[in-house]
């Protein structure tokens, strides 16, 4: 009975040590970056209405929701997603305040992932919202930031990697494929399954678009893919989007920034409110994307207020399992301080001494010196302080 109360849920795993300090390091470096950026923390709370994500345009895909009841009945969420939530903040509390937004945040999303898929259910992001800005400054902008916050970590091969879902969306409702297909497609280009994606399009009646479609996957490298672009998809439509990309590919050259930087025609993000330019941030070793974001004009209006937004988010964990090769391994004390009898009020003065010259000092919670000598031995404590009438140091290595 009960055994459940030995382990952690599926998807979710204890933090300790050196994977706590890592992740704390991954959070202050990038807070530091953001608040020194205009940004302002937001907190939204952990549980949400589940109609916070059950838009019929923008919504959530509700198998991947973890829900619960409230004592009325009412259907709750854990949040699966922190960007709908800071859109309804934006759109009831923050209505009046003066636009752009420049929101940050720093909590966990709560998905449920396929059994065996190594994938956590527990996530825990760091990112930014610009609201009620538009326009090819503010993307830019967010292109920068995100590059920054990476690079704020101590990485030392990171890249971003650049797309509009303008492609995806133009092509895809050419063709009028119903919900179903038009996820099949998606996830195909996603995992840039040729083969599969290939059978599936040639079934199509609309071969322009479709052929279209095929080539998106294979569209990705420097500057070259927008010519390529250009020459080979055969549709005006896109020509806007391509034109957006090459002046922000641009812009992040001139930075210095262009050998962090890639083009993919093919990201096509599950997410379905984005509306514009798309980005992913990977980190050399790391087999999952580390930082997602994106432009999504329309989202706002689903909490009745339309305006433009942009944002991102970065995986705390993913980044912070980078650093952990260079973090100290679960770091001791300097010193241990031991009071004999009647003299812990001393010990503990001496503690805070110690603390202000910047020492790590740990009280000894043990009845005798030997005893304390031989916690100290198994933590590996280097000296012990005893302290009565006088203040002994005693060195044990």
Same mark, same amino acid.
């Given at each position: 009975?009960?055994?459940?109360?030995?382990?952690?849920?599926?998807?979710?795993?204890?933090?300790?040590?050196?994977?706590?300090?890592?992740?704390?390091?991954?959070?202050?470096?990038?807070?530091?970056?953001?608040?020194?950026?205009?940004?302002?923390?937001?907190?939204?709370?952990?549980?949400?209405?589940?109609?916070?994500?059950?838009?019929?345009?923008?919504?959530?895909?509700?198998?991947?929701?973890?829900?619960?009841?409230?004592?009325?009945?009412?259907?709750?969420?854990?949040?699966?997603?922190?960007?709908?939530?800071?859109?309804?903040?934006?759109?009831?509390?923050?209505?009046?305040?003066?636009?752009?937004?420049?929101?940050?945040?720093?909590?966990?999303?709560?998905?449920?992932?396929?059994?065996?898929?190594?994938?956590?259910?527990?996530?825990?992001?760091?990112?930014?919202?610009?609201?009620?800005?538009?326009?090819?400054?503010?993307?830019? @902008? !967010? $292109?920068?930031? =995100?590059?920054?916050? /990476?690079?704020?970590? *101590? %990485?030392?091969? +990171?890249?971003?990697?650049?797309?509009?879902?303008?492609?995806?969306?133009?092509?895809?409702?050419?063709?009028?494929?119903?919900?179903?297909?038009?996820?099949?497609?998606?996830?195909?280009?996603?995992?840039?399954?040729?083969?599969?994606?290939?059978?599936?399009?040639?079934?199509?009646?609309?071969?322009?678009?479709?052929?279209?479609?095929?080539?998106?996957?294979?569209?990705?490298?420097?500057? @070259? !893919? $927008?010519?390529? =672009?250009?020459?080979? /998809?055969?549709?005006? *439509? %896109?020509?806007? +989007?391509?034109?957006?990309?090459?002046?922000?590919?641009?812009?992040?050259?001139?930075?210095?920034?262009?050998?962090?930087?890639?083009?993919?025609?093919?990201?096509?993000?599950?997410?379905?409110?984005?509306?514009?330019?798309?980005?992913?941030?990977?980190?050399?070793?790391?087999?999952?994307?580390?930082?997602?974001?994106?432009?999504?004009?329309?989202?706002?209006?689903?909490?009745?207020?339309? @305006?433009?937004?942009?944002?991102?988010?970065?995986?705390?964990?993913?980044?912070?399992?980078?650093?952990?090769?260079?973090?100290?391994?679960?770091?001791?004390?300097?010193?241990?301080?031991?009071?004999?009898?009647?003299?812990?009020?001393?010990?503990?003065?001496?503690?805070?001494?110690?603390?202000?010259?910047?020492?790590?000092?740990?009280?000894?919670?043990?009845?005798?010196?030997?005893?304390?000598?031989?916690?100290?031995?198994?933590?590996?404590?280097?000296?012990?302080?005893?302290?009565?009438?006088?203040?002994?140091?005693?060195?044990?290595?």
């Amino acid at each position: 009975m009960h055994k459940n109360k030995f382990i952690t849920p599926e998807g979710t795993r204890d933090i300790l040590f050196e994977d706590c300090a890592a992740r704390r390091k991954v959070e202050a470096k990038i807070k530091d970056l953001f608040i020194s950026r205009g940004f302002s923390e937001v907190i939204t709370p952990g549980i949400e209405f589940y109609d916070v994500f059950s838009s019929e345009s923008h919504g959530v895909s509700q198998e991947t929701i973890y829900k619960l009841i409230d004592h009325k009945g009412r259907l709750l969420a854990l949040k699966p997603d922190l960007t709908m939530p800071i859109a309804r903040l934006a759109a009831t509390r923050l209505r009046d305040q003066a636009r752009p937004l420049r929101l940050y945040y720093s909590q966990n999303i709560y998905t449920m992932t396929p059994a065996l898929t190594g994938r956590s259910d527990e996530v825990p992001q760091i990112g930014v919202e610009i609201i009620g800005a538009g326009g090819k400054r503010t993307d830019l @902008e !967010v $292109l920068v930031l =995100a590059l920054e916050a /990476l690079q704020s970590c *101590e %990485l030392d091969d +990171f890249r971003l990697e650049i797309g509009h879902i303008g492609f995806f969306s133009t092509l895809i409702q050419k063709l009028h494929l119903d919900t179903e297909q038009t996820e099949e497609v998606r996830t195909l280009i996603q995992n840039k399954n040729y083969p599969a994606l290939n059978d599936m399009l040639d079934k199509m009646e609309d071969k322009k678009t479709a052929a279209a479609l095929k080539k998106l996957p294979a569209l990705f490298g420097g500057e @070259e !893919v $927008l010519d390529e =672009a250009a020459s080979t /998809l055969d549709c005006p *439509e %896109l020509m806007p +989007f391509l034109d957006a990309l090459r002046s922000l590919y641009h812009s992040l050259a001139e930075l210095g920034l262009g050998d962090r930087v890639s083009l993919d025609l093919g990201i096509v993000n599950r997410t379905d409110y984005y509306t514009g330019i798309v980005f992913k941030g990977y980190i050399e070793g790391l087999g999952t994307t580390a930082l997602q974001g994106g432009r999504y004009d329309s989202l706002l209006s689903d909490y009745g207020k339309d @305006e433009p937004a942009v944002g991102f988010s970065i995986n705390v964990d993913a980044v912070a399992k980078v650093l952990l090769p260079s973090m100290p391994k679960n770091p001791v004390p300097d010193v241990l301080v031991f009071a004999e009898e009647g003299y812990e009020v001393k010990a503990l003065l001496e503690i805070r001494k110690l603390v202000s010259h910047g020492f790590c000092a740990e009280f000894s919670t043990f009845d005798t010196f030997d005893e304390s000598r031989r916690y100290a031995v198994k933590r590996g404590i280097p000296t012990v302080y005893v302290v009565n009438e006088d203040l002994v140091e005693v060195r044990l290595s």
